[in-house]
């Protein structure tokens, strides 16, 4: 493509020729709007969709399927929420190609086990509707139980997509673990940065930019299968930053500038590039990522924040399941 063709191009267009764009979204009009490979959801965006009257059907369909199994009480609730994250999905299938990534629930972040097991409830429920589980990712938080949950899935065939990751040692270990799919914050990594030091950062120097790119070149030079999907924006400086990035989850709004947007985009991450970087390999175990998580006030203050708010977004959405259930 000739320089003043690209020029002629959407920047979402000439993004999607070296990048796999994701909707970051439950609106499936907006999905549609942007044909994305694929989607990714979160408690905080289920919450926003089901609360719109055009998927209010789901949730009286998710209510329906779990009353059929008989239970009864929080029980319930938790099993509409289940069956309510499935119909989203399901629904996104059948807009996007690729793979649709469905997260347990954060208030599991500290329970290896119980990830587990919801983990393979969500699979069979998507299986139960005839989907293939290498359509879905389960999305899972980055604490150390959570990617030690996440090993245990890959092996079993059901691929994850490990979220809340703020660090490079988090990275490193799901690398390790041999899972599918990382997706590193941007946005709240900037905002970390912004309220402590009272200054703005352009997007070649952001904070959240600089770390993803970090992951990127590592995970890239020793071979890592790990794909990297950075995530949370705030502008589409940062995705303009990071454009060779193997997936880049994007908001709406952000999809939108970019498709409206016909300027040059320039790759500027790719595996060639980072094989050349001298980067020194740092060995990975529960003591050293502790003990990493634990010197980064960054990562620690945004991956408990971040499970405090999803967390919260579930509650939330229970309470709403819980109003249709006692109607």
Same mark, same amino acid.
């Given at each position: 493509?000739?320089?003043?063709?690209?020029a %002629?191009? *959407?920047?979402? =267009?000439? #993004?999607?020729?070296?990048? /796999?764009?994701? +909707?970051?979204?439950?609106?499936?009009?907006?999905?549609?709007?942007?044909?994305p490979?694929?989607?990714?959801?979160?408690?905080?965006?289920?919450?926003?969709?089901? %609360?719109? *009257?055009?998927? =209010?059907? #789901?949730?009286e369909?998710? /209510?329906?399927? +779990?009353?059929?199994?008989?239970?009864?009480?929080?029980?319930?609730?938790?099993?509409?929420?289940?069956?309510?994250?499935?119909?989203?999905?399901?629904?996104?299938?059948?807009?996007?190609?690729?793979?649709v990534?469905?997260?347990?629930?954060?208030?599991?972040?500290?329970?290896?086990?119980?990830?587990?097991?919801?983990?393979r409830?969500?699979i069979?429920?998507y299986?139960?509707k005839?989907?293939?589980?290498d359509?879905?990712?389960?999305?899972?938080?980055?604490?150390?139980?959570?990617?030690?949950?996440?090993?245990?899935?890959?092996?079993?065939?059901?691929?994850?997509?490990?979220?809340?990751?703020?660090?490079?040692?988090?990275?490193?270990?799901?690398?390790?673990?041999?899972?599918?799919l990382?997706?590193?914050?941007?946005?709240?990594?900037?905002?970390?940065y912004?309220?402590k030091?009272?200054r703005?950062?352009?997007?070649?120097?952001?904070?959240?930019?600089q770390?993803v790119?970090?992951?990127?070149?590592?995970?890239?030079?020793y071979?890592?299968?790990?794909?990297?999907?950075?995530?949370?924006?705030?502008?589409?400086?940062?995705?303009?930053?990071?454009a060779?990035?193997?997936?880049?989850?994007?908001?709406?709004?952000?999809?939108?500038?970019?498709?409206?947007?016909?300027?040059?985009?320039?790759?500027?991450?790719?595996?060639?590039?980072?094989r050349?970087?001298?980067?020194?390999?740092?060995?990975?175990?529960?003591?050293?990522?502790?003990?990493?998580?634990?010197?980064d006030?960054?990562?620690?203050?945004?991956?408990?924040?971040?499970?405090?708010?999803?967390?919260?977004?579930?509650?939330?959405?229970?309470?709403?399941?819980?109003?249709?259930?006692?109607?």
């Amino acid at each position: 493509m000739s320089l003043q063709t690209k020029a %002629q191009t *959407d920047q979402l =267009s000439q #993004l999607k020729t070296f990048t /796999t764009v994701v +909707a970051d979204t439950g609106d499936f009009t907006s999905i549609k709007a942007y044909e994305p490979q694929d989607a990714t959801t979160n408690p905080t965006l289920i919450l926003k969709a089901v %609360q719109m *009257d055009a998927y =209010s059907h #789901l949730l009286e369909k998710a /209510t329906a399927e +779990a009353e059929a199994s008989g239970l009864h009480g929080d029980a319930l609730i938790d099993r509409v929420m289940d069956h309510l994250l499935v119909l989203f999905g399901q629904e996104i299938l059948k807009i996007i190609p690729g793979r649709v990534s469905t997260e347990v629930d954060a208030r599991l972040s500290f329970d290896t086990q119980g990830t587990i097991t919801k983990a393979r409830e969500i699979i069979a429920m998507y299986q139960a509707k005839g989907i293939d589980s290498d359509r879905v990712l389960i999305k899972i938080t980055s604490t150390w139980e959570g990617l030690q949950a996440a090993r245990v899935l890959e092996k079993e065939g059901i691929h994850c997509n490990l979220t809340l990751l703020f660090s490079l040692v988090q990275a490193i270990e799901a690398a390790e673990g041999k899972i599918t799919l990382i997706s590193p914050f941007v946005g709240r990594i900037l905002d970390w940065y912004k309220e402590k030091t009272k200054r703005d950062y352009s997007p070649v120097e952001d904070p959240g930019v600089q770390s993803v790119t970090q992951i990127y070149h590592y995970l890239k030079h020793y071979g890592y299968k790990t794909q990297v999907m950075g995530a949370s924006f705030r502008n589409a400086g940062e995705i303009r930053e990071l454009a060779g990035c193997d997936l880049l989850t994007i908001s709406p709004n952000l999809l939108d500038e970019l498709q409206n947007s016909h300027e040059p985009l320039e790759r500027k991450l790719s595996e060639a590039k980072a094989r050349k970087e001298p980067i020194q390999r740092i060995p990975m175990d529960e003591k050293n990522f502790r003990w990493h998580m634990n010197a980064d006030p960054m990562a620690t203050a945004k991956l408990a924040e971040g499970i405090r708010n999803f967390a919260a977004d579930t509650e939330k959405l229970a309470d709403i399941i819980a109003s249709e259930v006692i109607d």
